[in-house]
């Protein structure tokens, strides 16, 4: 049932422009064209008028003006996300956080930092280098760290560092009725009362919106190093995967990529791969001698899993370049097929049931005759299929497949989202996977969001 909203009046725009200036609200059609779809496949979703907040009690007062008056708030990053979380469905508010994009306070004795939520992670990078710090969860793109937390974003170093709820301490939220409030502590050790924190985490602006954060920080890695393993089959592959991560070594970084995507990559980037399935790793140590010892034990195990090839670097361009062309497989393969479009799956399970999964998922694309490429964080269980389609027919065939994957990683244990977030896509999925608990969490939403505002239309089917 569509909810109840009203709405965005002259009156109300009236009242934004007093709430937040002139200059930072915009009911050109050219802006609210550019913020009514993400980078996922969802249908683009038309706001009445853009917000750009410059301070947390812009949020709040905006929040509270929408919550007297039933008009649906969105929030927006920077449009990264693949599941449509900030399209606007039903219209409204769009508070766009691109100009709430600096850090607040630098803490390099705790190894902390307090930023604005628009920041991108890979501009805040550059600037805490200086330090010899960084933020380590790196979804590739450069995503804000609102929406990474809204998100509960991963990438390639989650094996090691942790997702973004894994590298937050502390955070500012704006609630429905205009409320701040800050929950969690720049106290590593937190044990007062209810973790409020992790329940905004990965909320995707549904139950508040994130207007402020303190991060956990990681000195720079003294030595690193990059590892590339090819592989005659996937079997082979991702079992390995499951024996580095059963070692006791501590990879940095563990990704999958397939034979297509090493050929893709081979010939846009010019990486030195051949085209057989393939590991990327990256080890950090304080000491070269660990680095060494580590780097001899992962030779070892891929030579006994079968590797046709192993190939360990420590040069700094040499690791950079393999990781950028990693990072940038997507929009290489978009470039490389202008004919297509692509639906990516986002799945996750155990790292025992990852060899299982990547099975299916290979009998799946055989038994449909569907073409899809497979790269993933494998080192957390994580995979993303990748299904190209140029019409209707062709995109309705991935996404039978992608739900049979989906339904397949819940029955071994896992998710049906390891890191894009739940959004649009995902929502259907929400009664298999979570049961009862997810009437606990419509409870959760009733309760801090009465009226529904807090960026409609996501999480929940229906």
């Given at each position: ?35 009514a779809r ?32 039933r ?49 991108g ?7 805490l ?49 205009g ?11 937190q ?7 992790h ?45 580095v ?20 990559l ?12 393939t590991?990327?790793?990256e ?8 680095l ?64 299982e ?17 497979m ?88």
């Open positions: 049932m569509t909810p109840p909203f009203n709405p965005v009046t002259a009156q109300i725009i009236d009242h934004l422009r007093q709430i937040v200036g002139a200059e930072n609200l915009s009911t050109a059609q050219a802006d609210i064209d550019l913020h993400d980078q996922s496949q969802h249908r683009a979703s038309p706001a009445e008028v853009v917000v750009w907040p410059a301070a947390p009690q812009h949020v709040a007062d905006t929040l509270k003006l929408a919550n007297e008056h008009l649906p708030v969105t929030p927006w990053g920077v449009g990264t996300g693949l599941e449509g979380s900030s399209i606007p469905l039903f219209g409204g508010i769009l508070l766009s956080f691109e100009r709430m994009n600096q850090i607040v306070e630098l803490h390099a004795d705790d190894f902390q930092v307090t930023v604005q939520p628009g920041i992670h890979k501009d805040l990078n550059a600037q280098a200086r330090h010899g710090l960084f933020f380590p969860p790196d979804p590739g793109a450069n995503a804000t760290v609102g929406g990474m937390l809204a998100n509960n974003a991963a990438g390639i170093r989650t094996v090691r560092y942790g997702a973004s709820k894994d590298n937050v301490l502390r955070m500012q939220v704006a609630l429905a009725d409320r701040l409030i800050h929950v969690g502590s720049r106290s590593v050790k044990s007062a009362g209810y973790d409020l924190l329940l905004f985490v990965g909320s995707e602006g549904t139950l508040g919106i994130i207007t402020e954060a303190t991060l956990k920080l990681i000195p720079v890695p003294e030595h690193m190093s990059a590892v590339v393993a090819a592989f005659p089959t996937v079997k082979a592959a991702v079992e390995t995967v499951v024996a991560r059963g070692s006791g070594l501590d990879p940095a970084a563990l990704e999958f990529i397939d034979a297509a995507h090493c050929r893709m081979s010939s846009a980037e010019g990486v030195d791969l051949t085209e057989n399935p590991l990327f790793m080890f950090h140590a304080a000491q070269q001698s660990t060494s010892a580590g780097l001899e034990i992962v030779r070892q195990i891929c030579e006994e899993m079968g590797a046709l090839n192993f190939r360990a670097t420590t040069d700094t361009a040499e690791r950079k370049r393999l990781w950028h062309a990693r990072h940038h497989s997507y929009e290489i393969m978009v470039r490389m097929h202008p004919d297509k479009q692509f639906f990516i799956n986002d799945v996750a399970v155990p790292i025992s049931a990852y060899p999964l990547i099975g299916f998922v290979e009998q799946i694309r055989a038994e449909r005759n569907i073409p899809s490429t790269i993933g964080h494998a080192g957390d269980g994580n995979i993303h299929v990748e299904f190209p389609f140029a019409n209707d027919a062709e995109y309705q065939q991935a996404m039978d497949a992608n739900g049979a994957i989906v339904l397949k990683a819940l029955e071994l244990g896992g998710t049906s989202t390891g890191e894009h977030g739940v959004g649009i896509g995902k929502a259907k999925y929400m009664p298999v996977e979570h049961g009862p608990a997810l009437d606990v969490m419509r409870s959760i939403k009733q309760t801090l969001d009465p009226n529904g505002i807090l960026n409609p239309g996501k999480i929940f089917p229906g």
